[in-house]
C-alpha cells in the first residue's frame, strides 16, 4: 500500500514537472519572439543615439560610436565648422604650449543654435571674456563641443573615448535638456531595455546596491515563466504611474541615466586632474502656468502638452545636478535664477531665440555665469593666475549688454531687419509693415514678408545718399519682386525659380538718395500664399517669401 503510494506521488509529481517544463519551454520561445535584436527595443542604437536623424542632414554624419557626429571644414547657415569638427574656430589636436583649453560640452544649447552666428555662442563669448578677465594668461582657447541632439550618453562616451586627445584643463558641462525630451518621446519597456545593459551602452545597474532582493530577483529572472508574470505586474504598475506624471518622469530619467551618465564623465575628468563646471540648463517656462496660461504667456507658439514637461525639468534637473555636484565637489552653477531674473528685467525675448535656445544676450549671460566661476577653479588658476577686477563687464561688451529682440514694427538705420538688433535713436528709427515677426531654425533666421507689400518708412532732416542690400529665398515658383524708392522703381526681378530652404537665395542691392522729411522703400511681390498660389495651405498667412537679409545703411 505505502509503496503505491509512493509510485502515485513520484507519477503525479513527474507530470507536475513535465508541465512546467513544457510551460517553461513555451515561455522561452514566447519571449524569444519578443525580444528585441541587441540595442533594440523600439529604438535600435543608432536610432537611440540619434533621435532626431541628424545624420540626415546638411551639418552631420553617421559615428559609429556616437550615432553621427558634425561635419569636418563646412559652412552651414550661421554655423561654421571646423576642420575637427566643431563649431567656431580652428585648433590643433595637440594643445600648444602655455595654451589653458576648456571644452564646453552639451547639445544645441552649447553649440549656440538660433543664436546669429559663431561669436554669438556662449562658448565663443567665454573665450573672448577669459581673455580680458585673465590677462596674464599666455593664450586662452575655449573649443565649443556643443552637437544638435546629444544627450548625456553621447557626453559620457566623447568624454571616455574623445575628449583625452585634446587635453583640456577644463570641462564644462551642461547636458539634461536633451535627456528630459529623449526620455519623454521612449516608453517604459524601450528605456528598461536601455537599463537592463545594451551591451552596445554600457550597464545602468548600481553595482554598489547588491542586496538579498536584488540577488533573489536576479535568480528569479533566469525564469521565463517569472518574466511573463512580472511584464504583466509591470504592464499595470505603468498603467497606475502614469497617473503622476512627474513620478513617471523621474522613473524614466532614472531608467535613462542620465544622473549616473553626469556622474561617470564628471569622474573621468576628475581622474585625471581636470576642472569641472557643472552648469544646471534654464527653461523658458516659469515653473508655476500650466496648459493654454502657459501657453499663451510664451511668445513662442508651443503645444501646451509640452508645459508639463518643461515645468517637470524646470523642477528635476537642478535637485539632480546639485546632488551630482554636492557628491563629487565640484562647482555647480544654477542658471535658472539668472535667467529668471533677466526675463523679469528685460523679457523672454531678450534671453530666448525660441522656446529652448538662447539669444546672443542670454549666451553672453552665460558666458559670463561660467567666467565668475572659472574664477574659483584651480585646475583654471593655476595656468591662469588671478582674475582682474574689470568692474563694469558690460562696458567692455556695450554691443551684447545694450541688446534687446526686435519689434516687428520697428528697425533701425544701419542694423539688419533680420536678426536682432540694440536699442536705437529716434532719428535712426524705421516704421516696418508687412514683414513677420523673427522665425528661427538649424539652419538659420528670417522673416515672412506677406501681404501685398512690404513698406519701409522714415523721416530725414537733410538730403543724402543711402545703400539698400537684401536677400531671400523663394518658395514660389515664377515669383516675381518690384522695389520702389520713394515711387520710383530700383529693382526688379522676375520668373524667379523655387529655392532650397534657407540656402539658396536671391540678392540684391540698390541705392537711393532720401528727400526731406518721409521716405518710403516698398518691396511688392508678385505671388503670394493663397494670393495667387498656394504652397502652405494650412498657413492662413499670405506669406510671400523669406527675407533673410535687409540693411539700409549710409553710402
Not at 63 to 80: H, I
Not at 377 to 403: I, M, N, Q
Amino acid at each position: 500500500m505505502q509503496g503505491n503510494r509512493l509510485k502515485t506521488f513520484v507519477v503525479c509529481a513527474g507530470v507536475v514537472l513535465a508541465f512546467f517544463l513544457l510551460l517553461e519551454g513555451a515561455s522561452r520561445l514566447y519571449l524569444s519572439l519578443l525580444a528585441p535584436c541587441p540595442g533594440n527595443a523600439g529604438h535600435s542604437k543608432q536610432d537611440f543615439m540619434d533621435l532626431q536623424n541628424f545624420q540626415g542632414g546638411q551639418y552631420a554624419q553617421k559615428d559609429d560610436l556616437l550615432g553621427y557626429r558634425l561635419v569636418e571644414n563646412r559652412k552651414v547657415g550661421e554655423y561654421s565648422f571646423n576642420s575637427l569638427g566643431f563649431r567656431g574656430r580652428d585648433f590643433t589636436q595637440t594643445k600648444p604650449e602655455g595654451t589653458i583649453r576648456v571644452i564646453c560640452i552639451g547639445g544645441s544649447t552649447t553649440i549656440g543654435s538660433n543664436a546669429g552666428g559663431d561669436q554669438f555662442s556662449y562658448p565663443w563669448l567665454l573665450e573672448e571674456l577669459l581673455r580680458k578677465a585673465f590677462p596674464k594668461a599666455k593664450n586662452i582657447e575655449v573649443i565649443n563641443a556643443g552637437v544638435f541632439g546629444y544627450h548625456s550618453w553621447h557626453s559620457l562616451l566623447r568624454v571616455e573615448n574623445e575628449f583625452d586627445r585634446y587635453d583640456p584643463d577644463v570641462y564644462v558641462f551642461m547636458d539634461g535638456l536633451n535627456d528630459v525630451m529623449a526620455a519623454y518621446g521612449m516608453d517604459k519597456n524601450q528605456l528598461e531595455h536601455i537599463g537592463n545593459g545594451s551591451a552596445a551602452l554600457t550597464q545602468l545597474v548600481d553595482k554598489n546596491q547588491e542586496n538579498f532582493a536584488r540577488r533573489a530577483s536576479e535568480f528569479l529572472r533566469v525564469s521565463a515563466l517569472f518574466s511573463i508574470m512580472e511584464r504583466a505586474i509591470k504592464a499595470l504598475q505603468f498603467r497606475l504611474e502614469s497617473m503622476n506624471f512627474a513620478w513617471e518622469m523621474t522613473e524614466k530619467m532614472r531608467l535613462f541615466g542620465y544622473k549616473r551618465n553626469v556622474e561617470e564623465a564628471i569622474s573621468h575628468a576628475l581622474a585625471r586632474n581636470k576642472g569641472v563646471i557643472l552648469l544646471n540648463y534654464p527653461w523658458i517656462v516659469d515653473g508655476q502656468s500650466q496648459g493654454e496660461e502657459a501657453s499663451r504667456r510664451l511668445p513662442y507658439k508651443i503645444d501646451p502638452g509640452l508645459i508639463k514637461l518643461y515645468n517637470f525639468g524646470r523642477a528635476y534637473l537642478p535637485q539632480v545636478n546639485a546632488d551630482i555636484a554636492g557628491k563629487l565637489g565640484v562647482p555647480y552653477v544654477d542658471l535658472q535664477g539668472i535667467f529668471d531674473r533677466q526675463v523679469r528685467e528685460g523679457g523672454i525675448k531678450r534671453l530666448f531665440s525660441d522656446n529652448i535656445h538662447f539669444t546672443r544676450y542670454g549666451n553672453y549671460e552665460l558666458a559670463k555665469a561660467v567666467c565668475r566661476e572659472l574664477g574659483g577653479v584651480k585646475a583654471f588658476t593655476r595656468l591662469a593666475g588671478p582674475a582682474v577686477d574689470r568692474g563694469d563687464w558690460d562696458s567692455l561688451f556695450p554691443e551684447l549688454a545694450t541688446w534687446y529682440p526686435s519689434d516687428p514694427e520697428k528697425a533701425c538705420l544701419a542694423h539688419d531687419l533680420v536678426g536682432w538688433f540694440g536699442r536705437c535713436s529716434q532719428e535712426d528709427r524705421i516704421r516696418v509693415s508687412g514683414l513677420d515677426d523673427n522665425e528661427v531654425d538649424t539652419l538659420g533666421s528670417w522673416r515672412w514678408a506677406f501681404g501685398e507689400k512690404v513698406v519701409l518708412s522714415f523721416n530725414e532732416a537733410a538730403r543724402r545718399r543711402l545703400r539698400v542690400e537684401f536677400a531671400f529665398c523663394n518658395p514660389i515658383p515664377g515669383q516675381g519682386l518690384t522695389i520702389l524708392a520713394n515711387g520710383k522703381t530700383v529693382y526688379h526681378a522676375q520668373d524667379i525659380p523655387v529655392q532650397k530652404w534657407l540656402v539658396e537665395k536671391t540678392e540684391g542691392s540698390f541705392e537711393m538718395t532720401t528727400e526731406e522729411g518721409e521716405n518710403r522703400v516698398e518691396l511688392v511681390f508678385a505671388k503670394g500664399n493663397h494670393l495667387g498660389y498656394d504652397f502652405a495651405p494650412n498657413d492662413n498667412r499670405k506669406l510671400n517669401a523669406a527675407l533673410l537679409h535687409f540693411i539700409v545703411q549710409n553710402q
